[in-house]
């Protein structure tokens, strides 16, 4: 296969081959991700200028220390490291399904796709829970010299700066735009990994069905684990921008 | 064995590696590098306010390089970028440099608007300079060296 001689001098663009020796639709999918990623850079370079441009800004390790079933313990980054293992992890499963699809082994396809789309529900699952988690807060906020219970909302910042106030350290409104790009940025993000189980819920029903050993090829798998493994890649940045920095 | 060319018009096919070892070996790259991630954040946070400030800033852009390195993983191995021909790979990853220029001008400009904002367009000293560092007394000492 591979060893294929391209002669030298080949006319690439002249017409009855592919300038990329990669199918037309692998070559858009590349563009679409491109194009995403631009979506996204935007957005993380919208918070970046925002979040540059006052002089506080929430403090992650405050604002996401929760855990399930924790209670009220301190844990900074634990639950958003398990957010990352699971896209980790649940892509390697998606890139052993491309593996597998081109072996042409279709019971490895089904198994590693039921894995990939377990690892994204499960994503899913700690994205609602952590939302959740941050919406229903009551955070002590001291406003107009009275304490109220915020939660963070599109609204609603309670991770100002601290101040004394009847010998007691409590938070003051922090910048409103801190909701609306953390809800706004972990949102579309999530809505990706919501699309992305779609497209592999209907990949793995097409495997089932057999639509790909008609085929000949697995290569509807390769497009879809693309886009899962940017979905992960996106994750990376969003994880840096928001939890880590 | 059976092809995987899919159309007339593709003469080449990257050699799919028949073992695994290559993706478990990018997978514990991707898991080293998020714990030391990890790790440096926790760094931050444990020395909250005690830290000089390039020392913080430092730090954070040490946890950007290794975010920089795991999209790269991401992209080679998982996505198979570097398995395509240099002309595929260029015509991704060339457009994307245009973000070394929007990330640098964007952050400046946030930046200078901070500024502005702080001394009336430059008409006043910046006072929250002082101010801010009331709520870190360890960091006082460094802030009036």
């Known amino acids: 296969m591979s060893t294929t001689a391209i002669p030298t001098n080949t006319k690439w663009w002249n017409g009855g081959r592919s300038p990329f020796n990669a199918s037309y639709g692998k070559v858009m999918m590349w563009y679409f991700l491109m194009s995403d990623a631009f979506t996204f850079g935007a957005f993380l370079i919208s918070y970046g200028t925002i979040r540059f441009s006052v002089n506080h800004w ?23 490291s398990l957010m990352t293992f699971i896209l980790i992890f649940s892509s390697v499963t998606m890139v052993l399904a491309v593996h597998e699809g081109h072996k042409m082994n279709r019971k490895g396809v089904e198994k590693y796709m039921i894995l990939t789309i377990l690892g994204g529900l499960a994503f899913l699952g700690c994205q609602a829970w952590e939302w959740t988690h941050m919406i229903t807060g009551d955070h002590a906020v001291l406003v107009n010299g009275e304490i109220e219970k915020w939660g963070t909302t599109v609204t609603k910042n309670p991770w100002g700066p601290h101040v004394m106030h009847e010998g007691q350290m409590v938070s003051t409104p922090g910048p409103i735009a801190f909701g609306g790009y953390f809800f706004g940025i972990t949102g579309f993000h999530g809505f990706h990994v919501f699309s992305g189980v779609i497209i592999n819920l209907v990949m793995l029903i097409k495997t089932r069905m057999g639509h790909f050993d008609q085929r000949g090829h697995y290569e509807m798998i390769e497009k879809a684990g693309l886009y899962w493994h940017f979905v992960d890649l996106v994750w990376v940045f969003v994880f840096l921008c928001f939890y880590l920095v | 064995m059976s092809s995987n060319l899919t159309s007339p018009e593709i003469t080449y096919a990257p050699e799919h590696a028949s073992g695994t070892s290559r993706i478990w070996k990018t997978f514990w790259v991707l898991s080293a590098l998020t714990v030391i991630e990890l790790g440096l954040g926790y760094f931050l946070y444990w020395k909250h306010g005690q830290l000089p400030y390039a020392l913080t800033l430092s730090t954070k852009l040490l946890i950007a390089a290794l975010t920089l390195a795991k999209a790269y993983y991401i992209v080679s191995i998982f996505m198979h970028l570097g398995d395509e021909i240099r002309n595929m790979i260029m015509t991704i990853v ?52």
């Open chain 2, 94 to 145: 060339v457009p994307l440099m245009l973000f070394i220029w929007f990330i640098a001008a964007f952050l400046w400009d946030g930046n200078a608007w901070k500024n502005l904002r702080n001394t009336d367009g430059g008409s006043r000293p910046d006072k929250t300079k002082t101010e801010q560092h009331q709520q870190h007394p360890a960091v006082d000492k460094d802030a009036k060296k």
């Open chain 1, 58 to 80: 929430a403090d992650p390790n405050e604002v996401f220390n929760a855990f399930p079933f924790a209670g009220h313990a301190n844990l900074p980054l634990a639950f958003v």
